[in-house]
Structure formats: C-alpha cells, structure tokens
C-alpha cells in the first residue's frame, strides 16, 4: 500500500527519494510525490506512474539536501493531484499561522478522528486544499510549532486517534526530519558512516543505498538530522534500537525475459517451492523456532505439546491457504482448527482457549488487519502464537513466539501467486510437526511426505507445461462477465483463490462455491455465458463433483474441467478439459491452484488489463 521514502544527507537526496518510490511501486498506488527543504518547499506530484514524476522533477530541477516521498493509495479522498502526497501546511486569518508551507508531511494509515480535528482547525483559520485525514496532521504540527519539529510533532501524535507512519520537515529547519509510527510500519536506514539518515516504509525502498537498518517499534518517535538520529519510545524516554544488516535486493525485482512480473512470479515457483523446503531433512519442531519473541523455554516442543486447538487467522489469499490448511490440520493432525478472517475476528466475541495455538498467515508480515487480530488474540490470553510469512524482518515474525519463513523471494505482482504456494508448503510443514508432536504421524508415513513434497518444484514445472492450454481457455473467458468456480473438499478453498485471482486482474465478476451448493441458489446463474471452471482431482469427492457438473451440464452450462489424468472425464459438447500431470493426494491443491493463476493471467492479458497494478488494489494493506 502507501509507501514511504525520505532522507537527510549532505547530497541532493532526489534522486534517491524517486528511485525508492519506484522500488515500492509493487505495493499499489494510484498517485506519488516529492517534496525537499531547498530555501523554501518545493514538490512535485503525479497521478501517473513515479516514471512520470521523475520527468517532472527533472525537468523543474528539483534539488535538495532535505526530502520526503510518497505513493499513495486513496483511503480519504478522490486519487486526484489535490490529494497527493507530500502536503503543506497552510493557513490565513487570525489565530492561523500566517506562513504558508511551513510543514512539509507524508503520511500512512488512517487518521480516524480526522474530522474533529479539521474543524478545530477550520475554526483557527486553517484552509484544507484536499480531503485527506493526512492534509490534517499537516496543519496540526503547524499549530503546534514553536521553534522545535520533534517536539511540535510530539505533542501532535497525542491528538491522533488511529494508525499512521509519518514522516515530517520543516522550512524553519532544514537538514531535520521527524518521524512517527502507530499502527503502520517505518523503517530508519543508516547511511554509509553516518553521514545521512533515511526513513522507509520498506527497506526494499533503500535497496543499494545502504543496508543498515533499525525497525522502529510502536510508538516511537525518530528524529533525523545530519551525522546522527535519536528514537523515542511511546512513554518519551529515550530508546535504543538495534541496527541490524539487511540484504534488500532490488535485483530480485527484475522482469527479465517475462512480459509481467505475475508471469515471471508464476514461472518462479517450483524455485520458490524448493528454496522454501531448502534443508527440511525431518520434520522438527525446530522448523518452527525463527521468531524474535521468543522467550526463555517457550520452543516449539513445548508449545506443541500444550496446544489442543488451532486459530488461524488471515486476509485475503492468504485466508485461502488457512482454509486449505484446515483440512490438512484436522484431517492428519486430528487437532481441532478454526480459520478467521482477521478483520472480522477482534469485532465479535470469541471464546478464548489458552492453548490454542494461533497461527498467522501474511505475505508482508505488515498486513494491519492480521496484526490487530494477532494483537487481539494475546490480549485475551493466547499466548502461544506462530506465523507464516515471507518477510524474515517484518512486524508480525517481530511479534509473534514461533515462525516460519517463506521463501517465496520478492513478489511484485499485486495479484499473489508464489507467496501463496509456500504458504501451503509451510503450513502443511505444520501440520506434519503437530501430527507428529501428538503422536499422529508415522516413521514411514513422514517419509512418504516429505518424499512427495521434494517432488513438488518437479510436479509444478510439469504443471506449468500446460500453458498452452490454458491460453485457449483464456480467449474464450476474455469476452465473459461472469464466470463461476467449483471445488470440493480441500479444493473448495482453491476454487476460491481461481475466482480471486480472476476478478482481481481481469475485472470480469467471479464467484466459488462448492461444489455441493450448487443446487442450492447458485445454479439459478447458470447459462452458457457464464463458464464453469471445475477442480476435480481423482479423490473421494470425485463421483459427487461429477455430478454436480451433469447439474451444470443440462442447464446448457459450459464446464472448464481441471481433471487427474485417471478420473475419467472426458472432453465433449459444453465440456472442456484439461489434464493434470498427476493426482498428487493431499499436496494437490499447490498444484491445482497453478492453472487457474495461469488462466486468470491470460485473460487478463487477453483484455487487456493492468495486470501488476490492477486498479484499487494494493499489494501491502497497512491500512484497516
């Protein structure tokens, strides 16, 4: 989602502002800006891609020592220029100050009691050229300066209600930035011998600028200046924090011989699978021990001793690999598993069990909605928390006892494809060290698993053969509106990434079902102009999903079947079908779920479409 780059060095810092935004243009973002101290403030702003804001501030040779970027993703307001980041702080009238771009903000997150605010800000005389709740922090800072930036943007933070990253300078006090966190990441990158500071909402946005970072923690308060920074805590006092090494690589961004990173992040998992299971010789707890909270004596032998139930909680694709993994949970691990979508489950009442283990799934680690759940979980006395995540570094491996790391690698593409693969392959790691932890799982049955699962970078490239196939079936989905998904059993939730993955890049309008509900009100949809894509893998809902397609069938449905080499489905009238390479048992739905990534990719292409950036959407959601 919105990205934060900003910096104060003893050199023209623009060019490193822009090259940071476009290193975070992966996140979503429908405008971007500069602003730098350079006498007075200056900035640029777009509605277009940082490619055109880099002609902008070259052409009006925008230079300083002193700067802030951003890429937005609109929450308050229209994505219009009068919106874009950076803002200024301006005012006319008694009781306003009479200095007209004076404060100079970047903000992520959402201010939530942004309207009282502005109309005690309205009434001091100050002018609101946007309709952000960032424009409002702008202004507040302005009203409360008295000679020093931190301690204006101090007091400010107090009046804040919500969750916000920012990032502050002054015209009054050039070679200083203030930032602040709540709610949403922030990063401070340490230059080359201390020279220059930089703060971040990512350290992919400093990659090759130095790789020396210190992830703020919640609540705190930084102050950048030339040769040196100081942090805050959220009680004022003075904090330490660690300056550890991160290796960002912008390489691993490249697009090389692909038309689009979400083709290049397709074709990337059987290494991406591979590398996540890299070293995985036995299935030990020890798997599950790469977290920073980790106490004295809380290991995972231990955790998964105590534990008699999962809580899984997630947003989005990732919610689909929970629900997957469900299935692989109660049905080998016999332990009782609920799944939750994270931004509803801190709103409802729950009964917690303190021997729940529970489990988060993110791709960034930041997802603001999985964090307040997990936050949520462990204040109503759940203390034993894992995750799964593809970011070694990020809040959430930061703030739960056990992780797993993904190694999925950079994903650029909004529409997730490799992260939600080694998703599956480490949360059904996990499920195997619970089963055996239990006592559930046999020498010769962890063989035979983990045998398959070292066969799974081969079975997905044998999968990825088939694109040719599925490119036919893409021309026939770009002219449609509506499209239907079908699966059964652990399928289900793979029938519900497909229709995910289509309506987010290809905007054509797509619904899951399983299989079984079909009678009971989706089949009033049916016609031959919404096709049916069908997962039927050769298990023991086989001969139930068939007929559920005979129902599609003789309502003059069009079925697109992706079907085991020996289930016994054949190509006809209304019936198309796509053979996989082979029925790989409870590993099937990694391999399952790749024609439908290939499929939704195609038609995109087909019609057209955005495919990296699809409109609204963004690839980190900070916000709630």
């Not at 060095?9 to 730098?36: F, H, K, M, T, W």
């Not at 690589?249 to 890299?278: C, N, V, W």
């Not at 690698?409 to 998703?423: D, L």
Request: glycine share 8%.
């Amino acid at each position: 989602m919105c990205g934060i780059v900003a910096s104060v060095s003893y050199r023209n810092i623009v060019p490193i502002l822009v090259q940071g935004l476009q290193r975070l243009e992966y996140r979503g973002y429908d405008s971007c800006g500069v602003a730098v101290h350079s006498g007075g403030l200056r900035r640029a702003r777009s509605t277009e891609r940082v490619a055109e804001l880099l002609q902008q501030v070259t052409s009006e040779k925008l230079e300083g020592t002193t700067g802030i970027a951003h890429t937005r993703w609109a929450t308050h307001g229209a994505p219009a220029l009068h919106n874009a980041h950076p803002h200024f702080s301006h005012g006319t009238g008694a009781g306003a100050q009479e200095r007209p771009g004076r404060i100079a903000l970047v903000h992520n997150g959402i201010i939530e009691n942004h309207d009282e605010l502005r109309a005690s800000l309205q009434a001091r005389g100050y002018e609101f050229s946007s309709q952000t709740d960032t424009e409002v922090i702008a202004h507040l800072v302005d009203s409360l300066y008295e000679g020093d930036l931190f301690d204006a943007v101090r007091s400010a933070i107090t009046h804040l209600h919500g969750a916000y990253a920012i990032a502050v300078f002054c015209k009054d006090e050039p070679h200083r930035v203030v930032g602040a966190r709540a709610g949403s990441p922030l990063i401070l990158g340490v230059g080359e011998g201390g020279r220059e500071h930089f703060l971040a909402s990512d350290a992919m946005a400093l990659a090759g600028v130095t790789d020396q970072i210190v992830y703020l923690e919640e609540g705190d308060l930084v102050d950048l200046q030339l040769g040196r920074y100081w942090v805050v805590d959220r009680r004022g006092q003075a904090a330490t924090r660690q300056v550890r090494t991160v290796q960002a690589h912008s390489g691993a961004a490249e697009l090389g011989p692909y038309r689009h990173y979400m083709q290049k992040e397709i074709f990337e998992q059987p290494r991406a699978i591979a590398d996540t299971l890299d070293g995985v010789q036995a299935i030990v707890p020890e798997l599950f021990e790469a977290s920073g909270n980790h106490p004295p004596g809380e290991g995972a032998h231990r955790v998964f001793a105590q534990i008699d139930s999962v809580l899984i909680l997630a947003c989005g694709t990732s919610y689909y690999s929970g629900c997957t993994a469900k299935y692989w949970l109660e049905g080998i691990a016999k332990i009782p598993t609920q799944v939750e979508i994270a931004s509803e489950y801190r709103y409802r009442e729950s009964v917690p069990n303190p021997n729940t283990l529970v489990v988060t799934i993110t791709q960034s680690g930041e997802t603001a909605d999985t964090l307040a759940a997990l936050r949520h979980a462990q204040s109503l006395g759940m203390k034993h928390t894992l995750t799964v995540c593809n970011v070694a570094t990020s809040a959430m491996v930061r703030e739960t006892r056990l992780a797993y790391i993904t190694r999925a690698g950079v994903e650029i593409g909004v529409a997730s494809t490799k992260a939600f693969t080694t998703q599956l392959a480490g949360l059904f790691l996990l499920t195997l060290a619970l089963a055996q932890a239990k006592g559930r799982l046999t020498e010769a049955q962890e063989a035979a698993h983990l045998k398959a699962m070292r066969h799974l970078p081969a079975a997905l490239s044998a999968v990825l053969a088939l694109e040719p196939q599925i490119i036919s079936w893409a021309e026939d989905f770009a002219g449609k509106q509506n499209a239907l998904f079908l699966g059964r059993g652990l399928h289900y939730p793979i029938a519900l990434e497909g229709a995910l993955k289509l309506k987010e890049i290809t905007y054509i309008h797509a619904e899951a079902y399983a299989a079984g509900e079909l009678k009971h009100g989706p089949l009033a949809l049916v016609t031959s102009e919404m096709p049916v894509v069908t997962v039927a893998p050769n298990d023991t809902l086989l001969e139930k999903l068939k007929s559920n397609m005979q129902e599609v069938r003789a309502r003059g449905g069009v079925l697109y079947v992706l079907a085991d080499a020996d289930s016994r489905i054949e190509s006809g009238d209304g019936i198309h079908v796509i053979r996989m390479p082979e029925h790989y048992g409870a590993l099937s739905p990694l391999l399952h779920v790749v024609p439908l990534q290939l499929l939704a990719y195609h038609t995109a292409v087909a019609r057209g479409t955005d495919v990296d950036k699809p409109r609204n959407l963004a690839k980190s959601v900070t916000v709630e």
